[in-house]
């Protein structure tokens, strides 16, 4: 027998397998995690702070740097918050504009989780296809919103501009362009033994731990528990339209994979039925005072974001500023458990579980 | 305070009702001031200038720049023919410049007369603010602005204090409002003779220059001081009332919406408060029209007495709408169940509320109540000593089975802090909001770490950024900001330790 010793092993903030400025301590003895030691906040930015001095309008694109790769969904969750509290109607073409935006950045960030998550476990090419399939995405909600990234798209009451000419058809044609390469992708990586071999069984949890832990998204539905708030607490137009809740129970990261697979193809059916009902011509915006003023009181409210839960609280004067905003940020929370996953696992799993719960750093640490 | 509703006479209103009459006459005193102020503005401005319109600071600046420019131009103008006819009867005989000299000179004095006039214009503008608003010198609008706000913050803590000192009073068992209302003038009284004395003898020279521009026919300083500072009394007031007002309607504003949701009150019954409150309010108006009529005619320094006065009324009625405020809290509680408004989840709230006092007791509740800016969603107000029992309640009942803490997060409300969470049940599918108050001079709560271990991180960042301590957490550290970070920048009162940062 070869004797061991403990060890400290520092990982991050730069690491490239953690995707932003992660740092996590572990404890090691030999090559299993006896402890683990997140260490978060590199990219705090005191958006809730800031946000204190801000119009409701002017929050809007500092949603954007939260999850950096589904701004879409950051946009709407402060513009449902506020229109929540005043009680508005949105115009259906915008309501359809953002339900496909949305949509569109779901499909794009499972995309970078699925290539950088294959990347991160040795899968070269996965990368390259799912990087192409995305900057066509980027390349529409570049034409809506005017950025790749950043959108700041949406407004209280509607969306910033109806889009250009063509872009529901392009949308449209977007649709089984990207279920043939999905297709490709379960044929190239799905079905791949070494993959099956990486992910299979590694980072278990049961529906009990998972609630216990506040997950929420696949991290959530990957233990069997079927919940979606687009289905379970329907918001803008999503009773609308016909799709599955992807469940799984397995509650590891081969079922975390599998669930956000399928998200992508759901998220095609609802694309799919969004550019068909929505109505040709008609207003964007709903008619809303020129300054923001939602009444006095608080307002929470969640939605599903590609990673979860997100949930936007306002506690409101009265005034064109917030008294205290504050988001509910998925990836925050579905952090929370890694550490209790990393004990007793190989040190190389580390990258599997850690990549396996999709977080955005931009996010956990606000 | 729902049984007072049929209350006659004023003594008989209920505090509820009391409060909210005091908070709208003094709005409308305030905004009764404000338009006089505005009328008295514009009859000043047609006797100096050719009738301008009482417009902003910023566009006042921009017309008289116009003006100015077109006078000069006007001026510029007769100049030249002027000079031309002295030319042409001159040149015969001297011819001692040439044209161009010539035209250069008359630009010259144009200009200097332009400047002249503009000088003499922002005089005249610098005259009439201070006529208007409570600045002693000549400053920049800039400056004036920032010792606007000085006073203005220097002022609120004085009415701070006094509020106190009232509310001390009140809560001492002080019924008879007269009592508090004279005292309360004879403090107003000798406050505004004190700072009348000081502004007075502060600002004496500069008030005598910009007075003496202005009003052509008064030559003696004194009593051009006197107005200034009964100006500045006046300013004063009424800057006092608008925010005491301000202050007070947005309290009666909510404690209206918070009355109407706990007891469901009549919508009848807060039309008939408003038709009285604006009674009252333009009667008061109409006494204060008086009252400045006679000042203005006299400029005596009487005028002081009755803004004391008002402000004596105004602070009776701080003190009253604060007794309220008080009994209030302990009528809600009791008043809550009487809950009529219709929501889906009302039965669920009901629910929760009877099986929480059911098994914890009757009190433990602080309130409960449907949130409507929230989806409705049920919303009970824990004491900070059974905030934990109450959430251990929440997870671990059958009928609750609250498993799931969706957000926990905490808010500074000056007063207090405020801890929020989220809560879901995925059994009965069904959300409850958990709030605690948290004392801010000891901030400390349960942790529901122990609970959900969700509760965990989200109570660090709560930790990190107000300051309220979880007891119980398992690692209670900061974790956004570093561990040496000093101060909790969340909270309203935070000062950056390091200004670099």
């Known amino acids: ?366 | 305070m729902t049984k007072e509703v049929d209350g006659q006479g004023e003594e008989n209103l209920s505090i509820e009702e009391q409060k909210k009459k005091a908070a709208a006459e003094a709005k409308a005193k305030a905004l009764e001031l404000a338009k006089q102020r505005k009328a008295e503005k514009e009859a000043q401005e047609k006797t100096e200038a050719p009738a301008e319109e009482p417009l902003s600071v910023e566009d006042q600046k921009k017309k008289a720049a116009a003006e100015a420019k077109a006078k000069a131009l006007e001026l510029a103008k007769q100049r030249k023919a002027e000079k031309d006819a002295q030319e042409k009867a001159e040149t015969p005989a001297e011819e001692p410049l040439s044209v161009e000299d010539q035209k250069k000179k008359a630009a010259a004095e144009a200009k200097a007369k332009a400047l002249e006039l503009a000088k003499q214009r922002r005089a005249e503008k610098e005259a009439q603010e201070k006529a208007e608003a409570p600045a002693e010198e000549p400053l920049s609008v800039e400056d004036q602005k920032k010792k606007a706000a000085a006073e203005a913050k220097a002022k609120a803590l004085e009415l701070a204090k006094q509020r106190k000192a009232e509310k001390e009073q009140a809560e001492a068992g002080v019924t008879s409002s007269i009592s508090t209302e004279d005292e309360d003038k004879e403090k107003a009284l000798a406050l505004a003779k004190a700072k009348a004395a000081a502004a007075a003898k502060a600002k004496a020279a500069a008030a005598a220059k910009a007075k003496m521009a202005r009003e052509a026919g008064q030559t003696d300083s004194e009593p051009a001081d006197e107005t200034e500072a009964s100006n500045d009394e006046k300013a004063l007031a009424a800057a006092k009332a608008k925010a005491a007002a301000a202050a007070k309607a947005k309290a009666a504003a909510a404690a209206k919406a918070k009355a109407m949701r706990e007891a469901g009150d009549g919508g009848d019954a807060a039309a008939d408060e408003k038709a009285k409150a604006i009674a009252a309010a333009k009667a008061k108006a109409a006494a204060a029209a008086k009252a400045r009529a006679s000042r203005d005619a006299g400029g005596e320094p009487a005028s002081d007495d009755e803004k004391a006065k008002a402000i004596a009324a105004a602070k009776a009625k701080a003190a009253a709408a604060a007794k309220a405020r008080a009994a209030g809290g302990t009528a809600k509680a009791e008043a809550e169940p009487a809950e009529t408004k219709p929501s889906p989840y009302q039965p669920m709230l009901d629910q929760y509320v009877a099986l929480i006092r059911e098994q914890l007791g009757a009190d433990v509740l602080e309130d409960a109540y449907i949130n409507k800016l929230s989806k409705d969603v049920p919303t009970l107000v824990a004491k900070s000593d059974t905030y934990y029992i109450i959430a251990e309640l929440l997870k671990t009942h059958d009928d609750l089975h609250f498993e799931y803490l969706s957000e926990s997060h905490g808010t500074d409300f000056k007063t207090h802090f405020e801890v929020y969470n989220y809560l879901y049940s995925y059994k009965n599918r069904r959300p409850v909001v958990l709030k605690a108050k948290v004392d801010r001079e000891k901030p400390e709560v349960a942790s529901l770490a122990p609970l959900w271990e969700g509760a965990n991180w989200p109570e660090r960042e709560t930790y990190d950024l107000l300051g309220i301590t979880f007891t119980n957490h398992p690692n209670m550290t900061r974790i956004m900001l570093p561990d040496d970070w000093v101060g909790h920048p969340l909270r309203k009162d935070y000062e950056p330790f390091d200004v670099e940062v």
């Not at chain 1, 299993?32 to 997140?38: D, L, N, V």
């Not at chain 1, 990368?127 to 809506?144: G, H, S, V």
């Not at chain 1, 799984?248 to 081969?254: K, T």
Request: aromatic share 10%.
């Open chain 1, 1 to 366: 027998m070869i004797r061991t010793e403990e060890m400290l092993l520092n990982v991050g903030p730069q690491h490239p397998s953690t995707h932003g400025v992660f740092r996590i301590v572990l404890k090691i003895d030999g090559e299993t995690i006896i402890e683990a030691k997140p260490v978060i906040g590199y990219l705090h930015r005191g958006t809730e702070k800031l946000a204190e001095d801000l119009q409701y309008t002017q929050i809007i694109p500092y949603t954007d740097r939260m999850d950096y790769l589904a701004a879409m969904t950051n946009n709407y969750v402060i513009c449902h918050a506020v229109e929540t509290m005043m009680n508005l109607e949105i115009p259906e073409r915008a309501e359809y504009l953002r339900v496909i935006v949305m949509e569109l950045g779901r499909v794009a960030s499972h995309l970078v989780w699925f290539g950088t998550y294959l990347l991160d476990i040795g899968a070269m090419s996965p990368f390259l296809y799912a990087f192409r399939e995305r900057e066509a995405i980027i390349n529409m909600l570049n034409e809506i919103s005017g950025a790749r990234l950043t959108f700041n798209y949406m407004r209280v009451g509607g969306v910033k501009w109806d889009a250009p000419d063509g872009w529901i058809e392009k949308v449209r044609g977007f649709v089984p362009y990207m279920r043939e390469q999905l297709a490709g992708y379960h044929d190239l990586v799905t079905g791949n033994e070494i993959f099956l071999n990486r992910v299979k069984g590694i980072g278990t949890y049961s529906a009990e731990e998972a609630l216990n832990y506040s997950l929420s998204g696949a991290n959530l539905r990957c233990t069997g528990v079927n919940w979606d708030l687009r289905k379970d607490e329907p918001y803008s137009i999503y009773n609308r339209f016909t799709f599955d809740v992807p469940v799984f129970s397995s509650g590891d990261a081969w079922a975390r994979y599998q669930c956000r697979m399928a998200e992508i193809e759901e998220s095609l059916k609802i694309l799919e039925q969004a550019v068909e009902q929505i109505p040709s011509e008609g207003t964007v915006m709903a008619k809303v005072p020129k300054i923001i003023k939602p009444p006095a009181g608080e307002g929470f409210v969640r939605i599903e974001s590609p990673r979860g839960e997100i949930g936007c609280y306002i506690a409101s004067e009265g005034k064109k500023e917030p008294y205290r905003l504050k988001f509910r940020r998925p990836s925050f929370y579905n952090l929370q458990i890694l550490p209790k996953l990393l004990v007793g696992e190989n040190i190389s799993n580390l990258i599997t579980i850690l990549g396996g719960i999709d977080i955005v750093l931009g996010e956990v640490d606000g």
